[in-house]
């Protein structure tokens, strides 16, 4: 049975390192199923979604490996995961299994080739090859897969990535799209055959991340989609041995963001998550209360390509009651214009007061427009510092939200979307609203008007 299928394969391999039987769950056999479809050659684009620590590497780049190995021993495999030490661990231990008395017995044809042993790139004798390394690292020289005959359309080996995200830095658009740029440049030319399949494995981490791009058709092909949540539409437990339904409900109130993409599969968390729905508050906006001041707060990107962040400008007045905001201005535009329509929203007036103080993140997009609009004007512009990264910003000020000090318009045709971006947030497709956010309300509760006509005399003294 383990010859011929590898769900009985792992529960054999379990076994047989172990000693004791292995607590398997329904999920095992799904997913080896599917596996199974991609060694036949009925699938040869696979993204599996499923929670950290669910045997999901045991069983797909391990076990998967060591088993075809038995059954085609000349199969070339490359195995990428977000580190190159963890990606060489995992090659080894697959190497550790093919080199096991038991495992010779179920295939005594596939050997280990004692002259290349190496954890990162190791061989059989009948030529074929595991090589491993990190996401975005060098494989010159290396493929997978084998060209065969014509007509032989037998199974030759693999691309299997494991987690090419680390968690921690899913969330910096920087890191993400290097993993991505380096799997459509570096990575999918190593096929050394068009039937060479490819499997990815990973917990959702972002709506962009290398799952999320592909799935939306980012590289051109269709993918099979094997979505597997920690809890289903009635919140039974995928697993319940290893998460019962009151510990997967305390992640879910605990961090909330976290286990909306890493235990769900869907990394948007629908109820909220830094930023609950239920937070915010709404005012008619013609009744607005007698305002103390008026700030201004931009969040700028000069680009206008699709994929690039708008620019947002976000109005807040300050009033006995809180922070209102009134304004809302979002759209892709180039710098001429986006300095005219700044100039443009400084000259309005918001309950009878202009605005105190114009905030411009002091980042790459924004210094030109500084400079220029403090030659230029006498706006009160205020350039600011960022001495935090964005979700530590974003849990500076949801004191003030959550304590309902925080009004949003009834009836705006933006609302929803700017609830929804600050409720998808960090791992929304785009931050831009949360960022002019986070920064007129930590200006705003940092002190009074006249401390911030402090800060903009202070800094044209110093020009």
């Known amino acids: 049975m383990a010859r011929s299928s590898l769900y009985w394969f792992c529960r054999y391999a379990f076994l047989n390192q172990r000693g004791y039987p292995w607590q398997h769950n329904w999920h095992h056999e799904l997913i080896c199923t599917k596996l199974e479809e991609v060694h036949a050659g009925d699938c040869r684009r696979l993204i599996i979604n499923i929670p950290p620590r669910y045997s999901k590497t045991e069983i797909a780049v391990i076990d998967f490996i060591a088993w075809s190995l038995g059954l085609a021993p000349d199969s070339e495999f490359i195995h990428v995961s977000y580190g190159a030490r963890l990606a060489a661990s995992n090659a080894a231990r697959a190497r550790d299994l093919v080199r096991s008395d038991w495992y010779r017995e179920l295939f005594p044809d596939t050997l280990s080739d004692p002259a290349r042993r190496a954890s990162d790139d190791w061989r059989t004798t009948a030529g074929g090859v595991v090589f491993a390394t990190g996401a975005g690292g060098t494989m010159t020289g290396f493929g997978a897969g084998k060209l065969r005959d014509a007509g032989d359309h037998g199974f030759g080996g693999a691309i299997i990535i494991d987690d090419p995200h680390k ?63 920690a809890l289903d539409k009635d919140d039974v437990p995928l697993w319940p041995q290893k998460h019962d339904f009151e510990a997967l409900d305390r992640m879910r109130r605990i961090k909330p963001y976290e286990f909306a993409g890493q235990y769900m599969q869907i990394p948007a968390p629908l109820d909220g998550g830094i930023f609950k729905i239920d937070w915010w508050r709404f005012f008619p906006l013609d ?76 980042k790459a997009s924004g210094q030109s427009l500084v400079q220029e609009l403090r030659r230029d004007t006498m706006l009160p512009i205020i350039p600011v510092q960022v001495d935090a990264d964005k979700i530590s910003r974003a849990f500076a000020v949801t004191a003030l939200i959550q304590s309902g000090r925080v009004f949003l318009p009834e009836g705006a045709d933006w609302a929803a979307d700017y609830i929804a971006s600050h409720a998808a947030f960090p791992n929304g497709a785009h931050d831009d609203d949360v960022d002019s956010t986070t920064q007129a309300l930590r200006y705003l509760s940092q002190g009074s008007g006249i401390e911030g006509w402090l800060a903009w005399a202070d800094a044209r003294l110093k020009e």
């Open 167 to 229: 968690a921690a830095e899913a969330t910096s658009d920087l890191v993400r799209r290097n993993v991505i740029d380096w799997f459509r440049n570096t990575l999918e030319s190593r096929a050394n055959a068009p039937t060479t399949p490819i499997i990815l494995i990973m917990q959702r981490l972002h709506e962009e991340d290398l799952a999320g791009w592909l799935l939306a058709g980012g590289n051109g092909e269709i993918w099979d989609h094997l979505c597997i949540p």
């Open 287 to 362: 009744a607005l209360p007698p305002v103390k001041r008026v700030v201004q707060s931009w969040d700028t990107a000069f680009k206008t390509k699709t994929t690039n962040d708008y620019s947002v400008c976000t109005t807040w007045a300050e009033t006995d009651r809180g922070f209102y905001l009134v304004d809302l201005w979002k759209q892709k535009a180039e710098f001429p214009e986006l300095k005219r329509i700044l100039v443009s929203k400084a000259a309005q007036r918001w309950g009878g007061v202009l605005p105190n103080a114009v905030l411009v993140e002091d």
